[in-house]
């Protein structure tokens, strides 16, 4: 079966209120351009929200720190864990980065935040 790449909307955390509930209740693992926050609860199990701060500058900035962000996840969708809640938080010197450089960080922060799928997680510690 062949996998789709796409990042459907109904797949997205959209409410502020959930955006929030993530954020206080949510486990963060921190790297040097994007935070990762990880909720384990069935409100948000298997969404994902993508946030860039005012303070990294201006639209075209955090435009391109949250198209970085959704790139980065959208192919490792597949291989991360359903039951969770994801958010993605840009931070400064991500837009001036490669999106390579954003997909390799993301990856980084999830083998921490250990929400690779089991079979997946396999594969990742071969690499």
Request: charged residues 30%.
């Amino acid at each position: 079966m062949e996998k789709k790449y796409t990042l459907p909307r109904a797949k997205m955390i959209k409410r502020r209120s959930d955006f929030q509930h993530v954020y206080q209740k949510g486990t963060a693992v921190a790297g040097r351009g994007m935070v990762l926050y990880v909720l384990r609860e069935q409100r948000v199990a298997g969404k994902v929200g993508f946030a860039a701060g005012k303070k990294l500058g201006c639209a075209a900035v955090r435009s391109r720190t949250k198209r970085l962000l959704r790139e980065a996840y959208r192919h490792m969708q597949h291989e991360l864990r359903t039951d969770v809640g994801i958010l993605l938080i840009g931070r400064a010197g991500l837009a001036a980065g490669k999106m390579q450089d954003a997909a390799t960080e993301l990856r980084r922060l999830a083998r921490r935040a250990n929400i690779f799928a089991s079979g997946a997680a396999r594969a990742e510690e071969r690499r």
